[in-house]
């Protein structure tokens, strides 16, 4: 397998910003990725996804990136099921469940990213996770063993799983039992129409910046705008009007405007309401400092 040396990650990024990886692979099926983890031989490495939910630092990562493609990208229906490879788009598995009248997806509409990254964030809505509709997924782990994981070990929950974060996901098979096709594609244009028009599609973000804490404020959003943070700029970053969750690269910004803006929020959080708000979105190549200035696991 072939390493490409000194990476630059803002193009494989959805917020386009940040440095690089001293080196990055892209394995196009089971056996190269296992090459590949046991080349490396217990050296810390991350997979990229999509780059939908990731801040990559301005300094970069020091780590080896993983990006899979070719046989990871595949997706089947059968009766009850898809199949896909974790490098399969989330848009990809939700249209070829709106298109077959298959039930459980809606809730997946308008999310970027790859199936991989949806199983490590437990994506979806307030309510519902990929995992909800998990049948199987299969992963690797740092030693080149291929596991099978149920939705029962994996232990999900808002926004998150128990799964080693050193595993890596091939791909999995997903419930999407038949339904009545007109009522799913209404379903699926409605929740559409909803997220574009709260949520900011036209610039680039990770979405939700903050986890929903719970608690009397309400959603993070509500958290943001009360402690007057709404509209808040940074360098070329800004916490959006439409949406006091999301930040924005106006363009030119840096990793540094957008931890900036999230280190504002949160003190002001914890002084004003004596709330924790915790980031939804994986921050990557930061020093530890930075990472509890924001609430993020050192
Ligand atoms: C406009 C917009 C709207 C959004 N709306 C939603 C929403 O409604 N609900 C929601 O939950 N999210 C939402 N998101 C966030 C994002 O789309 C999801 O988190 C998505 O699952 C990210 O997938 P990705 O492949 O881009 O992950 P990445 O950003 O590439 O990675 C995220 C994490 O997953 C890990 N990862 C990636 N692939 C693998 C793999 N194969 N094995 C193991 N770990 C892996 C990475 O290491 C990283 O820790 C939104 C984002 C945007 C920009």
Redesign the pocket.
């Known amino acids: 397998m072939r390493w490409e040396a000194d990476v630059p990650l803002a193009g494989l990024t959805?917020l386009a910003v940040g440095g690089a990886t001293p080196r990055l692979a892209r394995p196009d099926s089971p056996s190269s990725l296992r090459e590949v983890v046991r080349g490396l031989e217990g050296i810390a490495f991350?997979?990229?996804?999509?780059?939908?939910?990731?801040l990559v630092s301005d300094a970069g990562v020091g780590e080896p990136v993983l990006i899979?493609e070719g046989e990871f990208d595949r997706l089947e229906l059968s009766e009850e099921e898809m199949q896909a490879g974790?490098a399969t788009p989330?848009p990809a598995l939700v249209n070829a469940a709106r298109h077959a009248g298959r039930e459980g997806y809606v809730f997946l509409e308008a999310?970027?990213?790859?199936v991989?990254?949806?199983?490590?964030?437990n994506?979806?809505?307030a309510e519902t996770g990929l995992w909800d509709r998990v049948v199987w997924v299969t992963a690797m782990t740092p030693e080149g063993e291929t596991v099978r994981v149920t939705s029962e070990e994996a232990r999900p929950r808002y926004?998150g799983i128990g799964v080693p974060e050193e595993?890596?996901?091939l791909g999995g098979a997903f419930a999407a039992p038949p339904g009545d096709p007109g009522r799913i594609k209404d379903a699926h244009r409605e929740r559409r129409r909803t997220k574009v028009e709260t949520?900011?599609?036209e610039l680039p973000?990770?979405?939700?910046t903050w986890k929903n804490p719970g608690g009397p404020y309400g959603a993070a959003w509500e958290i943001v705008e009360r402690v007057g943070m709404r509209g808040a700029r940074r360098g070329s970053a800004v916490i959006t009007e439409r949406h006091a969750n999301f930040i924005v690269n106006l363009g030119g910004a840096t990793a540094a405007d957008i931890l900036g803006l999230m280190v504002e929020t949160r003190r002001r959080a914890y002084e004003e309401l004596g709330v924790s708000l915790e980031p939804e979105i994986?921050l990557w190549g930061f020093t530890d400092d930075e990472l509890r200035a924001v609430g993020a696991k050192a």
Do not use: D, E, H, K
Not at 111 to 114: A, D, F, H, S
């Open positions: 959805r991350r997979v990229l996804g999509g780059g939908a939910n990731t899979l974790a989330i999310v970027p990213g790859t991989g990254g949806a199983l490590r964030m994506a979806g809505s926004r595993w890596v996901f949520q900011v599609y973000s990770c979405g939700s994986r």
